[in-house]
């Protein structure tokens, strides 16, 4: 079962993707299983500092170069999940 604080974090990490890659209303139509690499054109390299960028300044927390993985960047879930394990750590 997802917390409340999961839920949102999901919902933030889909706006927050959604204003970085510039994707209009296909933002609405992401959801936990969205992929991101390979899924969605617009996430290319420099796309991924970007989005890296926006999620320290929004979340408030810090993303080591180790953990830019393709893994951390697979689904809107995987990406939710690490943001969601950065913000516990930083609390």
């Known amino acids: 079962?997802?917390?409340?604080?999961?839920?949102?974090?999901?919902?933030?990490?889909?706006?927050?993707?959604?204003?970085?890659?510039?994707?209009?209303?296909?933002?609405?139509?992401?959801?936990?299983?969205?992929?991101?690499?390979?899924?969605?054109?617009?996430?290319d390299s420099f796309a991924v500092v970007t989005v890296i960028a926006a999620l320290e300044e929004r979340f408030d927390i810090r993303v080591h170069d180790e953990e830019i993985t393709a893994d951390t960047f697979a689904s809107i879930e995987s990406l939710s999940d690490f943001v969601e394990r950065k913000r516990r750590k930083a609390a």
Do not use: F, H, I
């Open 1 to 43: 079962m997802m917390t409340v604080d999961a839920v949102t974090t999901v919902e933030d990490v889909k706006s927050l993707l959604g204003e970085a890659l510039q994707l209009g209303s296909r933002a609405d139509e992401l959801d936990m299983s969205s992929r991101l690499l390979g899924g969605l054109p617009e996430l």
